[in-house]
């Protein structure tokens, strides 16, 4: 069975830092890993994507993605957080069949002028 | 494209009353999903469709929750009777396969609150 495992629930972060949003991950073929973001009373937008190739993928708003199949992580990154970046951001994963993505619990980031 | 579109977006009903949820998946897509997001239990998949099939509805917590999707263009989540739990927020989202594996696009979600 497929799971992702979020683990920190809020992270802080002043205007200006890096930022990083930390995803672990678990699936039985190859993972399909994904970053969304909901901001407040929003659906969920989608960020990125890790299908293949490149295990550094680059999406939305300047964020970034590594994804690490040694120790099953897709982090999520940005050089320097916006306060506009406060939002709820959701990892997920599929396997290589055609299954629902699995979503994490979710990371609130607070980024503090 | 106008997106994953939901109706209504707010909905206030009364415990045992019926409640029907809508969504029009974006034009092509040929997967459906309907989900749940609750403070307390987060985003719950509820059911998903695949060509209009209903392939997995693990997910509906008791036969109150129905859903259908008559055509490629439309489905719907009925609640029959509600109850104070149900009140939650309610997406659906959207996908195909080839190319964009899996990358499923939301509506904007109905908020729904059962008195």
């Known amino acids: 069975a497929q799971s992702v495992a979020q683990p920190e629930d809020q992270v802080n972060v002043a205007e200006g830092n890096p930022l990083t949003v930390k995803c672990t991950y678990s699936?039985?073929?190859?993972?399909?890993l994904f970053w969304y973001v909901q901001y407040p009373n929003r659906g969920l937008q989608f960020l990125l994507k890790?299908?293949?190739?490149?295990?550094l993928v680059k999406g939305s708003y300047g964020f970034e993605a590594e994804f690490n199949k040694s120790q099953t992580s897709f982090h999520l990154k940005k050089p320097s957080a916006l306060v506009s970046d406060s939002a709820l951001y959701f990892c997920?994963?599929?396997?290589?069949?055609?299954?629902?993505?699995?979503f994490g619990k979710g990371t609130r980031l607070s980024v503090i002028a | 494209d106008a997106g994953v579109i939901q109706s209504p977006r707010h909905e206030v009903t009364e415990m045992g009353q019926e409640v029907t949820l809508r969504c029009k998946p974006i034009s092509g897509h040929n997967s459906l999903f309907w989900y749940r997001q609750t403070m307390m239990r987060g985003l719950e998949l509820l059911i998903y469709?695949?060509?209009?099939?209903?392939?997995?509805d693990s997910g509906m917590p008791e036969d109150r929750f129905s859903a259908k999707m008559p055509n490629a263009s439309f489905s719907t989540l009925k609640i029959q009777p509600s109850e104070p739990r149900d009140s939650a927020v309610y997406f659906c989202a959207s996908t195909t396969g080839g190319a964009q594996a899996g990358t499923q696009y939301f509506g904007p979600g109905t908020r729904l609150t059962v008195l």
């Open positions: 699936v039985s073929g190859n993972p399909y």
């Open positions: 890790y299908i293949t190739g490149d295990n």
């Open positions: 997920a994963v599929r396997d290589g069949g055609n299954t629902p993505l699995v």
């Open positions: 469709f695949n060509n209009n099939v209903p392939i997995d």
